[in-house]
Structure formats: C-alpha cells, structure tokens
C-alpha cells in the first residue's frame, strides 16, 4: 500500500466527519445547552449496564464473588440487559461522536479506543458468552475460562482508558 492511498483514506474519513458533524442533528446537540448533556448520560448509563453486566460474568469466571449461579446463569441471566447496555452505550457514542466527528477521527487515543480495543473486547465477549455453557459442565472452571475473564477485564479497562485519554491526546 503506497502512502497516496493511505492518505486518500484519511481524507476521505476526515472528510465524512466534516460532513456528519454538520448534519441537523449533531448541531442541535452541539448547540443545546442540555442535549450535549443528556446524550452523554445516556451514553454513560448504556455503558454502566453493558460493562456491569460483562463483569459480573468475568468475576464469577475468575471465581470472585458469591457461588449461587455458574458463570453461564449469570451470562444467561443478563444476556438481555448486556446487549440492551450494548446498544444504548452504541447509540449515545454515536450522537457524541458525531457532533465533533472530524475531531475525534484524528485523535489517536479514540482511533485506538475505537479501531483496536473495543473490536478485540467484543469478540472476547461473544466468544466467553458461546463458551459458557460449555465451561459450566465442567467439575471446575477450566484455566481458560479464568484467563478469558481476566483478559476481558482488562481489555474494558484499556477501553476506558483509552476514552479517558481523548481529550488530551492529539
């Protein structure tokens, strides 16, 4: 890949934000003094569901917490609430994302949130929730399934992060 296609991409994305943050909606948010605001929470509360409910099945993974439910009855349990957490927390970063789009998508600690930790989370996610049932029939939890807890765990850590750091990284 030459560096003119390279750059012929980051125009084109550059180019998008510019694009979507001057749609309707992204000026109504970003010039509302409440609705900034307000998306945010939105945001918040869609993450605090979806992450919540990813570590109360990784800490029983790794065998921290109370033993009344197998990790897959716990996943069971709150498969719902995750994803509707999931799409909440989709839907509010999507608002925000796009009333700054052109910003955000030159900001390394956003690109990295975006284009590496949370693909790499959400795959681990889905494949601990497949596993589940699998892992539960065992007389203990497998080595694997501890470590897939653990990794999960810090890959919403490194997330977090990586959100944390946006504004101050270029």
């Known amino acids: 890949m030459d560096g ?15 694009w ?18 307000f998306v945010q929470a939105t945001h918040f509360t869609g993450l605090s569901l979806f992450v919540g409910t990813n570590i109360a099945v990784d800490l029983s993974l790794i065998g921290i917490g109370k033993k009344s439910a197998a990790p897959f009855q716990i996943s069971e349990m709150l498969l719902v ?3 509707i ?14 009333v ?4 955000y998508l030159t900001n390394m ?10 693909p790499l989370a959400l795959v681990l996610h889905i494949v601990i929730q497949r596993k589940a049932p699998e892992w539960e029939t065992a007389p203990e939890t497998p080595s694997v399934a501890k470590i897939a ?18 504004p101050y990284v270029g």
């Open 4 to 18: 003119s296609s390279v750059n012929s991409g980051a125009n084109f994305a550059v180019g998008f934000g510019h």
């Open 20 to 37: 979507l943050q001057n749609q309707p909606f992204a000026l109504s948010i970003a010039g509302s003094d409440w609705a900034y605001p």
């Open 81 to 83: 609430w995750n994803w």
């Open 85 to 98: 957490g999931f799409a909440v927390a989709v839907t509010g970063g999507f608002l925000l994302f796009s």
């Open 100 to 103: 700054s789009a052109e910003t």
């Open 109 to 118: 600690a956003f690109l990295t949130k975006l284009g590496l930790l949370i």
């Open 149 to 166: 807890g653990c990794a999960e765990l810090l890959l919403w850590l490194c997330v977090a992060t990586a959100a944390v750091l946006i």
